[in-house]
């Protein structure tokens, strides 16, 4: 695995390191391929529960838009699809997943936290949606599904970061604990999923978890198609420069 990910798995319980703590473990090209290939690898395992985690400071600061300079429309195209892709292979995985989160989890890291069955935070935890403040559609209407159509509006529209009390009285986290106590969580999670067989669970989230992988994706790809994803990107690192 990517040294940018690592993956452990013992005891039916896969654990995911987003290991990029230099750069608040930003999602650029090769962290999200890592993903991709370590939820690839929990699913060929004998893994019930998978935990996504962060090192570091963070769980994760989001998309990684340090080169923006460099790259043409196409190439930001392509990242946002792939991680859509990701987020929809974790919303979609045939095992249970949880996110454990401290610090800051922003932008498209906060919509893979939004992809998991379960998401606890530590108190200190804070979340920010910016996608739709440079014209992106990414992972609405699975938000809109876990909150309510009302608190994903508000949340989408928030230009400030949201704190863990708040995440948890929307309904975006479950469960507010301190980092000590979440092998705890990990251990209950884990046993409440091995009371069904594999395959019982997978129904069980087959049919829970409408499947608008298609339309997610083209909504996307039509958010990032009118003129230019590049120049939305500069002015919205322009405005939080200003700020």
């Known amino acids: 695995m990517s040294e940018l990910v690592s993956v452990t798995i013992e005891n039916e319980v896969a654990q995911v390191h987003l290991n990029r703590p230099e750069k608040l473990n930003a999602f650029n090209d090769e962290l999200v391929e890592a993903l991709l290939a370590a939820v690839s690898d929990v699913r060929a395992s ?8 962060g090192e570091g400071k963070g769980f994760s600061g989001g998309f990684d838009l340090s080169g923006l300079e460099d790259a043409s429309d196409g190439d930001l195209l392509l990242r946002f699809v792939r991680v859509e892709e990701l987020l929809q292979t974790v919303y979609h995985a045939p095992f249970a997943t949880l996110a454990l989160v401290h610090g800051a989890c922003y932008g498209a890291a906060a919509d893979l936290v939004a992809a998991c069955h379960w998401r606890i935070s530590s108190p200190d935890a804070r979340f920010r949606l910016p996608g739709l403040r440079f014209g992106i559609v990414l992972g609405t209407r699975r938000l809109s599904e876990t909150v309510g159509a009302d608190h994903a509006r508000d949340l989408l529209l928030r230009d400030r970061p949201f704190a863990a009390d708040e995440a948890l009285s929307r309904g975006f986290i479950n469960q507010i604990l301190s980092i000590q106590d979440w092998l ?20 069980l989230c087959k049919r829970t978890q ?5 339309a997610d994706l083209a909504a996307l790809v039509r958010s990032a198609s009118y003129p230019s994803l590049k120049e939305r990107l500069s002015a919205f690192l322009e405005q939080a420069a200003r700020r």
Do not use: G, H, Y
């Open 46 to 53: 004998d893994a019930r529960l998978c935990v996504f985690r």
């Open 184 to 203: 705890q969580a990990i251990e209950q999670k884990r046993a409440s999923v091995t009371d069904l067989s594999s395959a019982a669970f997978a129904a």
């Open 210 to 214: 409408p499947d608008n992988r298609d």
